[in-house]
């Protein structure tokens, strides 16, 4: 095997590169030789053809992504901001909370299971390279339409995937999203999110500093896992690939990460780290590249001591190989026996691979012959930002114009009794739990609320009440309708999610899933999202810590519908003030806070009654979004809510239907005066909430809400025995009916 | 408290001993002394990844063969979930637990009914009683022959069995059984996970620790 | 160096669920005439020469299958 | 009838968990002289006489095995 060396790059200028196939463009391959003053040799040429790529380097997206910082609203919540690994929240009292989402959508396509597991690996090393003990995840899942053949195939897999992985791990998983639409049939998406917990002074940053530090390399061997995957995969469809383009499959080993994460937290209890990057996409290159440019600058690897699975690769795969499990720390030579004990203790495999240099310039050597001497800025930071063109779409108008405002309703009591029959048990509102119930929510001993509840909350320690609270929310029909809309009202949802279990929402995550960069009518939807997510959470006061952009998640040319993920964490002093979303207080009265308008542009009802999608979403209206968050915050904490659950798809009827299950409490409820009742039951106007509240603390509430200028209806009274939901001089439903349609949509599908 | 690489409720178990007023002493898998506790608690997870078969590997831990001759001369021993997995690999228990009915992993509350209280394990509950605790597994189904199934009935020793519902398709409904002594329980449901409500799904799991902690002191 | 395979299966009288429903799924593929399917284990061994097979009897006794449940057969 | 088997194994590039934890666990049995394991799945079939091969094929390719990341080999 001839290995392409430095000096051989600069005697052969001429040879002919496969650029083009690693998915670099002409200019960008005419900037590398400018970088470098000559060609790069093939392992540099890997090297920056999987830094490069539009999943490391955010090429059409960071012209964008900057409005996050510029427009980042004050506060002293955040102890790291964008731009590291994850960012860094302050939970109070000398508690760190880390957070952050990550698409897997492609992989997931392919090998739904090891796609799946590997996204939640993935991101589990993000958080724990940052310090923190990892303590929970979540997942945002959309499939093609519930009955497509193929939706069989994928979503088992990716379910059993993420459980698999998550289980073994021991997180609990705390909530999610599952949506169903035709648009994800060929692209599903598969956004994994995990939080974190440590000490404030336990923060750890991905830089190699020091001069003569060791570079080590630990965790699982590198075999030929994913080769190409960090380009190849994130930067092409699937239709254009060649077959011999096609990803290979990384296959995840969580028993692996479980012992890694131990490991690791181990080594930073006894404080033996420098500097520490987990591998994940462009594995060894993006860790070497970024490790350096973070730190000193300089680091010299070598490449043939870096342990192997399969031994035949050839060092251009070892830098591009996506194996999973690796992590990379820069140790002191004094910590160093101490460091390899720990490895050792937990049968970890480390590997000292380099060292640190002040030279500015990151060497690699193979059989004794250099084959990478690149300034490692260049290829972690430096890479090319590209302002794609954008433009609204030519039928945006014709979109929004025609909003469905014609569509037959349904009137009178046994109509309207059928619609909520229809609506619960269809796919995006049925009740989710043939998924959930594949995943531990109960391990480690600290959920507070999981899986039906708004949010999933948890108690950060033993040793105090405090929690956090996390909700992730997306709605790509809202966002088809209005990208810069449908951002805010992720995000709008997500903040309420939280606010509604009485925890005060204090920062972003997002994960940005939308078609090719390359169509402009999809980089006007990108542009206006981040745009309406920057101004949301400037007006929200929330900043955007960190997250990720999928691009490329089309069929063909049609793309999916343009899904922002919003995920909102908050913080709540005392996790025993919880407020769950369950009716389970007899005669307590219900109130239903926010207003109620005619707004079905988007909704569940137009899209399963009449498989419409027009007009404008409901309107965002983010200051009554904080007062109704206000409220919630402050009569929870004051003891004053039985429950509470927000209102969103499929509207109050829905809300009330799951309170009611929830608590298997009856209600009888009386529609909001002058509000045609179809209105009251499905709009999806945004900023209300049910909550209940029992007698004692009706008046307080009632003054709580008025002072603040918070519409409040008092609509009815739980009947904890009562056998159905009964809207008065509408109908009565059964609970047992009710339960039935909304349980059995999912099993009667996957069994 | 055994911790091998892959136990995951190892922490939830130790706080249930300490909510019964227990001392968790933590063993670790390579260590074969057992430190001179009272008691043992191999506890719910994935083990070695459960691979191969749930609890096979960790049947060969240093710690287990120190444990596997405590246990025969008395010592109780609670395996949970995963932990039961490994009493079986090491035939301290008979049986086998296998991948559950639904080829699925099953989390949820479920309900059991508690039939021998005389185990050192289950002294604190009244026989029959019935409790919700967490299930949780994904190799949950107990299978044995139809003479050891028998075996075990006839001599009362079933700990707890599903009801409402078998969650794994276990054999006549088995979620727990415990050895000819008593001093040894395998119990598929995680009773860790339900000592407080606020965290888990009420405080009925509390008992077994209360049994335990009840005898010894 | 050999190759040895050890194939593990459940004994007759232990449910199988998993071979169950692949039978269940052969309707819908519109495969028939494939009446029962069991599934078990296959065990791919790289070994030294000098290894017999009672060690890996011991191997596929003590550690590859459980004989509560299982069987397993050997082969060269 | 016939009894037809199955086996199915990872594609070599593919990483196999199990089968390394196993030649992990070795050395603690005492075992020497097994280099390497890699674990796969082993299908016993009942089928009639008429099936073929194709069939059986067509059966292990879509239900039996991930083509993505696994092989197979049909034996009668
Ligand atoms: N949509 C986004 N919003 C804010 N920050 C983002 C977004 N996408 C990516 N980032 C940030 O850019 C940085 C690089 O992202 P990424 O490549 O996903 O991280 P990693 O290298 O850990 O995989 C991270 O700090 C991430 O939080
Ligand atoms: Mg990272």
Redesign the pocket.
């Known amino acids: 095997m001839s290995i392409d060396t430095v000096e051989q790059a600069e005697q052969t200028p001429d040879q002919s590169q496969p650029s083009k196939e690693l998915g670099l463009a002409d200019d960008e391959y005419r900037q590398i030789r400018e970088i470098l003053g000559r060609r790069p040799t093939s392992s540099e040429l890997a090297i920056y053809s999987v830094m490069w790529s539009e999943h490391?380097s955010?090429k059409s997206s960071k012209v964008h992504?900057r409005q996050?910082g510029d427009k980042a609203p004050k506060t002293d919540a955040l102890l790291v901001g964008?731009?590291?690994?994850?960012?860094v929240v302050d939970a109070g009292d000398g508690w760190a909370v880390t957070f952050?989402i990550?698409s897997h959508n492609h992989p997931s396509y392919v090998e739904p299971y090891q796609g799946a597991a590997t996204g939640v690996g993935g991101i589990v090393r993000?958080i724990l390279t940052m310090g923190a003990r990892p303590v929970a995840v979540m997942d945002s899942l959309r499939f093609g339409r519930l009955d497509a053949p193929d939706t069989a195939r994928v979503l088992p897999g990716v379910v059993a995937g993420i459980g698999g992985y998550g289980n073994c791990l021991g997180l609990p998983n705390i909530g999610g999203e599952v949506y169903f639409d035709e648009s994800y049939l060929g692209n599903p998406l598969v956004n994994a999110l995990c939080v974190g917990v440590m000490r404030t002074d336990g923060i750890k940053l991905a830089k190699a500093d020091g001069p003569g530090n060791k570079v080590v390399l630990f965790g699982a061997r590198t075999g030929g896992d994913g080769i190409g995957g960090a380009s190849v995969l994130a930067s092409a469809t699937f239709d254009d690939a060649k077959p011999s383009k096609r990803p290979s499959v990384q296959v995840g080993d969580p028993f692996a990460e479980k012992v890694l994460i131990e490991c690791c937290l181990e080594i930073f209890a006894a404080d033996l780290v420098v500097g520490i990057q987990d591998l994940?996409?462009a594995g060894l290159s993006?860790a070497t590249t970024e490790l350096a440019a973070a730190g000193t600058g300089g680091m010299d690897v070598d490449l043939d001591v870096v342990p192997l699975r399969d031994p035949t690769l050839a060092p251009e795969e070892i830098l591009m190989s996506e194996s999973q499990e690796r992590m990379m720390a820069v140790v002191t030579p004094e910590r160093l026996d101490d460091f390899l004990n720990v490895c050792a203790k937990w049968d970890v495999t480390a590997t000292v691979i380099g060292t640190v240099t002040d030279t500015g310039r990151l060497r690699m050597t193979w059989r004794g012959e250099t084959i990478v001497d690149i300034p490692p800025r260049t290829a972690a930071h430096e890479g090319p930002v590209y302002r794609r063109p954008t433009e609204r779409p030519f039928d945006q108008d014709a979109i929004q114009a025609h909003d469905g405002s014609s569509l037959p309703r349904p009137r009178g009591g046994d109509e309207l009794r059928k619609t909520l029959l229809r609506l619960v048990a269809s796919p995006n509102l049925a009740d989710k739990s043939w998924v959930t119930d594949q995943y531990d929510r109960f391990v480690l001993g600290h959920t507070v609320l999981a899986q039906p509840e708004d949010a999933g909350m948890i108690r950060l320690d033993d040793s105090t009440p405090r929690g956090i609270a996390l909700s992730v929310d997306g709605n790509g029909r809202y966002s088809k309708l209005d990208p810069y809309a449908g951002a805010q009202l992720a995000l709008a949802e997500a903040y309420r999610n939280v606010a509604a279990t009485g925890a005060r929402p204090l920062a972003v995550t997002?994960c940005?899933n939308f078609g090719s960069p390359e169509d402009p009518a999809v980089m006007w939807q990108f542009a206006e999202a981040v745009r309406g997510l920057a101004d949301g959470c400037r007006q929200l006061g929330t900043p955007?810590t960190?997250?990720?952009?999928s691009f490329y998640n089309q069929t063909g040319s049609s793309a999916i519908l343009p899904t922002p993920v919003i995920g909102v964490l908050g913080v709540i002093d005392d996790v025993a003030k919880r407020i769950p979303q369950a009716f389970r207080s007899d005669g307590a009265a219900i109130y239903l806070l926010g207003d109620t308008r005619d707004e079905f542009a988007g909704s569940e009802w137009a899209y399963v009654v009449h498989g419409y999608l027009g007009g404008r979403p409901p309107a965002v209206d983010l200051a009554r979004e904080q007062l109704l968050a206000s409220v919630l915050i402050d009569a929870g904490r004051d003891g004053l809510l039985d429950s509470a659950h927000d209102v969103s798809e499929g509207g109050l009827a829905q809300a009330l239907v799951e309170a009611a299950l929830r608590g298997d409490s009856g209600a009888r409820i009386t529609l909001p005066e002058g509000l045609d009742p179809f209105v009251a039951l499905f709009s999806e106007s945004t900023a209300r909430a049910v909550v209940s509240v029992s007698r004692p603390h009706e008046a307080a509430f009632a003054e709580l809400c008025a002072d603040r200028g918070l519409p409040a209806a008092r609509i009815g009274t739980i009947d904890v025995l009562g056998p159905s939901l009964e809207i008065d001089g509408q109908f009565t439903v059964a609970l047992r009916e009710l339960r039935a349609a909304w349980k059995g949509t999912l099993p009667a599908r996957f069994g | 408290m055994v911790t091998f690489p892959g136990s995951l409720d190892d922490r939830d178990a130790a706080r249930a001993v300490r909510a019964a007023g227990g001392e968790p002493v933590a063993l670790w898998h390579a260590d074969p002394s057992l430190h001179d506790v009272d008691a043992v608690i191999l506890p719910g997870g994935f083990s070695y990844g459960d691979y191969l078969r749930a609890g096979a590997i960790a049947r060969f831990a240093p710690v287990m063969e120190s444990l596997v001759s405590a246990a025969r001369d008395g010592l109780p021993v609670l395996g949970i979930c995963n932990g039961f997995q490994v009493l079986c690999e090491s035939h301290l228990l008979p049986g086998a637990l296998v991948g559950n009915a639904g080829r699925k992993f099953v989390c949820r509350p479920q309900s059991l009914r508690v039939e021998n209280v005389k185990t050192s394990w289950t002294s604190g509950y009244r026989a029959g009683q019935e409790i919700v605790v967490p299930i949780k597994n994904m190799d949950g189904m107990y299978v044995a022959d139809d003479r050891t199934l028998d075996k075990l009935e006839a001599d009362a020793r079933i700990v707890a069995r599903y009801r409402l519902g078998n969650p794994n398709g276990s054999y006549r409904d088995i979620a727990g059984i415990t050895n000819k002594a008593g001093n040894v329980v395998g119990l598929m449901p995680h009773p860790e996970h339900a000592i407080d409500p606020l965290t888990g799904t009420g405080a009925d799991g509390l008992g077994f620790f209360l049994s335990l902690t009840g005898v010894a002191a | 160096m050999a190759r040895v395979t050890v194939d593990v299966v459940l004994k007759p009288e232990i449910l199988d669920p998993q071979g169950q429903a692949i039978v269940g799924a052969l309707g819908r593929l519109g495969i028939t005439g494939v009446t029962d399917v069991r599934q078990g284990k296959h065990f791919e061994l790289e070994v030294e020469d000098g290894v017999d097979d009672d060690t890996i009897a011991k191997l596929a006794d003590t550690l590859l299958a459980n004989p509560v449940i299982e069987n397993f057969t050997i082969s060269r």
Do not use: I, S
Not at chain 1, 82 to 87: F, I, S, T, V, Y
């Open positions: 490391c955010y992504l996050f964008m731009g590291e690994n994850a960012g952050k990550e993000d994940g996409a993006c997002n940005l955007v960190g997250g990720n952009v």
